[in-house]
């Protein structure tokens, strides 16, 4: 079995892997980080959705060994200890969540998309969110999450200038 | 009103862990020593099972043991029962032919459980999976409703029919009479497709048995856990309540689908007694496709007859309801008295007659999704009315208006059964108007014809019955079990507050909106109070959460458990106070004499009721906690009206929906952002039925459309934003916070809404109808196999 060595959340983890194991499992049963959710197994659900490199990606669709050396971040690597992440905060503040599960993925992939674009219209943020299901909140009120949080962080970025 | 009390937007409390991704899903549960669990699924839709050799999975490395249905029979376990017995018109009961946990003799739909194995890792149980050796003799599939009750293969042998039951409601003859006379009268026949919930966590369950204790725990993905506890412990393990505890800890969305009691919670409970480990089952979403129960599935044949001055004068309906290959915890309840009980809608039909037919087929069973039966019945009534208002040449909003039951007929006898204790229609449907601008539509029609596209617009005015229901009345229609539900409230000797409640939250809020309720009743901040839900070994009972019965019937057992409190709370001041209790009023998180500043607050009572030393103790036990069970006196009776406005592009027939606006009647409402969400949801659920969600079987019975590549799911670019307004409307009349339930609205009124902008937007190519979901490719079908009418 192959050992990788990667960052994830800004530590250093290494671990054995098969492989064919997937980088959702890896993060799920050897690393404990079950933020990171499997909602599907035809990779079109974005339950799974982490950062890799500064990307969003479907965590379900890369090997763990594919990750060797690549720096992740997970939804719970997200904030910066307690201060919630922008992304994060609007989502609670417009109620852009219900029952959770697709959350975490929805938020990285919101999250990459504000570092893309930090200024989208509605219909770019329903474009970028369309690998992302969710069943609860018909969507309306996580499009208003995303661009809540656009404004904040657009704010603070004038505010660091 | 408070600012953290009933009426208020708080910001929802659960969501810290969410956003954080510190949730805990049964998933996320993993036990010391735990084995998991694979089953084996029949690949063929119907077949005799002539012989399942599982000795060289048995050998294959790392697994533990592989199960049969003839291990289970050997056991002496019962089968996945069914809680509701409805009665043909003939008198004759339901047929309800066993459903195993694992398949035993023939197998029934694809996807039904054949063999469970059970492994070190997963990898392996799947991997010894493949050496199973399943020697099926293939029979003919029972796939097509209308062809399975001509006869020929039976689903099962004691259906040669293939016919559950056979159900009627209302009066026939009066219907009949009034359709023979009647001025005018629209016909339709309806589908009500197939649809497979997909709650976006799929299924989990774990079992674990405790030798030394014989106690057994079932971590599961549940509405229910009491429920499932009930089902599973006294029905198909026989393992007495004190010995099981079920537990669905955090659970990713449900809409019905995790209400039942399915074969695989109580294959690994069973299984871990047997190999004394816990035994972990995870759905894969290509599994839960085939294994969790499907919703809807209806054919429906409808025929309303209006007088000379277009009222509604009777209303017949013939129904055919799936029921799939077993029956689900609910299924017969769906088409039943969840449907045929509300073809009265928000309007005056004296007769109505239904009948429905419910038939086994080699498909997943069907049973409860968001909605349940009312879905069906306000598809039925909203598709036809607006199908004679195109006849009669009338607006399809003014039909509606000039049949609504008035606001002085309350409360209101239907003719099927219910009663309707409160309602006023007419608000909704003008507020829904004004925000659809629905003077100005023709205006946009035109704008939109200069583009080239057809823009339609379309009404539906749905009524549903939440809060399911008195027990002694569900009793008489054939449920197994109450539906009341229960609360405990346990005030901590520091006057925080936790509130044990039966009620599940898998996604609705609770822990917000239940905290808000005792924040406003006693005073106190809501941080000071928590809600415990999911946990059978913690909460006393329930009965769960489903057809929008949470705050109308969970809510009203909190409020009497808050009350009981107070009033004990009363007593320990007046002795403290000493005054009489009778003296005593409570109010703002304070008891005081009345007419006098002397007072104390609730948190001193509290203490004083765990620190009795100055206490009537001769005459009151010390302790502040209290139990309720509230038993509803009747439904609840939500309503609203919703405008659906869309945009056909005629090349290629797909539609856009460019506003949607909904007005809804809830009754007092406990947190606006929070009912709000869940008419987003329901409505994008609504839309997914109309347009695009299909569960489509081939003539073999094979699931066609088996996952998110086949099965179309709305995603956040196929939806607008929307238009919604909460009326302050008309609350309840019989539960203690005037509330009705809002969690299914939207899935109910979107359909027909949808479809009726879609046929308004197609009438110049005379199309009076087309069938849910509303593809492009039968759109364009629809147009391109027309004449064209309007004059070009
Ligand atoms: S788990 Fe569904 S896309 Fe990764
Ligand atoms: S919040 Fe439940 S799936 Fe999105």
Redesign the pocket.
Same mark, same amino acid.
């Given at each position: 079995m192959p050992t990788i060595s990667l960052q994830v959340n800004g530590k250093t983890v290494s671990g054995e892997v098969q492989g064919n194991t997937l980088l959702t499992d890896f993060l799920r049963q050897n690393l404990g980080l079950t933020g990171t959710h499997v909602g599907c197994d035809t990779s079109q659900c974005g339950a799974c959705v982490i950062h890799v490199n500064g990307d969003s990606i479907k965590a379900c669709t890369m090997l763990a060994a594919q990750a060797d050396n690549a720096s992740v971040t997970t939804i719970e690597g997200l904030s910066q200890g307690d201060d919630l992440h922008p992304v994060q905060a609007a989502f609670r503040e417009a109620h852009g969540?219900? &029952?959770?599960?697709?959350?975490p993925g929805?938020i990285m992939s919101a999250a990459d998309l504000l570092s893309k674009n930090p200024n989208p219209s509605e219909a770019e943020i329903r474009s970028w969110l369309s690998g992302n299901? &969710?069943? &609860?909140?018909g969507y309306h009120n996580i499009v208003k999450a995303v661009q809540i949080a656009a404004g904040q962080m657009s704010g603070q970025r004038i505010a660091a200038e | 009103m408070t600012a953290q009390g009933i009426g208020a937007a708080v910001k929802r409390r659960e969501d810290f862990r969410f956003i954080k991704g510190d949730g805990k899903y049964t998933d996320d549960i993993n036990l010391p020593n735990q084995t998991y669990c694979y089953f084996l699924r029949s690949p063929v839709a119907h077949a005799a099972i002539r012989n399942i050799d599982i000795s060289a999975a048995q050998s294959a490395p790392g697994v533990v043991a592989v199960f049969t249905g003839a291990d289970v029979d050997a056991s002496g376990a019962g089968g996945v029962p069914c809680g509701w017995l409805v009665t043909s018109r003939d008198g004759n009961p339901m047929k309800e032919p066993k459903h195993p946990i694992l398949a035993v003799g023939k197998v029934r739909h694809v996807g039904d459980p054949v063999v469970a194995v059970i492994a070190e890792t997963l990898e392996q149980a799947r991997n010894a999976s493949e050496l199973v050796q399943m020697d099926l003799d293939e029979l003919p599939a029972v796939v097509n409703m209308k062809s399975a009750l001509q006869g020929g293969s039976s689903v099962h042998e004691e259906a040669a029919d293939n016919l559950c039951f056979d159900w009627e409601l209302g009066d026939q003859a009066a219907t009949d009479a009034a359709l023979a006379g009647a001025a005018h009268v629209t016909k339709l026949d309806l589908v009500n497709n197939r649809l497979i919930p997909n709650?976006?966590e799929p299924r989990v369950a774990i079992g674990q048995y405790a030798p030394g204790t014989e106690d057994y725990t079932l971590y599961t993905t549940s509405q229910n856990p009491h429920v499932i506890r009930l089902l599973m412990g006294a029905f198909v393990l026989s393992i007495p309540e004190h010995k099981l505890r079920v537990y669905a800890p955090d659970v %990713? %969305?449900g809409f019905g689908s995790k209400i039942y009691h399915y074969a695989e919670e109580a294959l690994v409970t069973w299984a871990s007694k047997h190999i004394r480990r816990p035994v972990k089952w995870t759905s894969d979403r290509s599994e839960a496709f085939m294994s969790d129960a499907h919703g809807r599935d209806h054919l429906s044949h409808v025929e309303m007859a209006f007088d000379a001055d277009n009222r509604i004068i009777a209303l017949k309906c013939e129904t055919l309801a799936n029921m799939g290959a077993y029956l689900s915890t609910f299924a017969p309840c769906i088409p039943t008295w969840l449907h045929g009980t509300l073809l009265a809608g928000q309007y005056v039909t004296p007769a109505i007659y239904t009948n429905v037919k419910a038939v086994f087929t080699n498909t997943v069973p069907v049973d409860a999704y968001r909605g349940a039966g009312r879905p069906e019945a306000t598809y039925i009534l909203e598709r036809t009315i607006s199908k004679a208002a195109q006849e009669l040449g009338v607006d399809q909003a003014e039909l509606r208006r000039k049949n609504f039951i008035q606001p002085n007929q309350f409360p209101y006898q239907t003719p099927v059964a219910v009663v309707y204790d409160t309602g006023d229609y007419e608000p909704a449907l003008n507020k829904a108007m004004e925000l659809a601008d629905y003077a100005a539509f023709e205006q946009r029609r035109a704008e939109a014809k200069s583009r080239g596209k057809l823009r339609g617009i379309g009404v539906a005015s749905y009524i549903e019955a939440c809060g399911i229901a008195p027990s002694s009345l569900v009793g008489a229609l054939g449920a197994r079990a109450g539906l009341y539900e229960a609360a405990t409230v346990r005030v901590n000797p520091t006057g925080s507050v936790s509130v044990l409640t039966g009620s599940h939250s898998h %996604?609705q809020g609770h822990e917000t909106t239940f905290a808000q309720v005792v924040a406003d009743k006693l005073g106190i901040d809501i941080g000071n109070v928590d809600i415990v839900h999911g946990d059978t070994d913690k909460i006393p009972f329930g009965m769960g959460t489903y057809g929008s019965r949470s705050i109308a019937v969970g809510g009203s057992a909190l409020v009497n458990a808050l009350d009981k409190v107070i009033e004990k709370g009363k007593k320990i001041a007046a002795h403290l106070l000493e005054a009489s209790a009778d003296d005593i009023e409570f109010a703002n998180g304070a008891y005081t004499v009345k007419g006098t500043d002397k007072s104390k607050a609730f948190g001193d009572i509290a203490l004083t009721a765990y620190v009795p030393h100055q206490y009537p103790i001769e005459t009151l036990e010390p302790g502040l906690e209290e139990t309720a069970f509230y038993d509803p006196k009747n439904f609840t009776y939500p309503a609203g009206t919703y405008i659906c406005e869309v945009e056909i592009d005629p090349q290629t027939g797909s539609t856009q929906i460019v506003s949607f606006s909904a007005a809804d009647d809830f009754g007092n409402v406990i947190n606006p952002m929070i009912v709000e969400g869940q008419v987003h949801g329901g409505v994008v659920q609504g839309v997914g039925q109309a347009l695009m969600e299909n569960a489509v079987y081939d003539d073999n019975g094979q699931l066609l459309t088996g996952s998110y590549m086949d099965y179309t799911m709305p995603r956040a670019d196929d939806v607008p934003s929307f238009k919604v307004a909460t009326l302050a409307g008309t609350p309840c009349t019989h539960n203690p916070l005037g509330v009705k339930g809002c969690g299914e609205a939207g899935a109910i009124g979107a359909p027909p809404a949808v479809i009726n902008a879609i046929v308004d937007a197609l009438k110049e190519y005379g199309i009076d109808h087309i069938d849910m979901p509303a593809t492009p490719e039968k759109i364009w079908r629809a147009i391109n196999a027309q004449p064209r009418m309007a004059a070009e």
């Open positions: 969540l219900q &029952c959770g599960f697709c959350t929805m299901l &969710c069943r &609860c909140t | 709650a976006m %990713g %969305g %996604g």
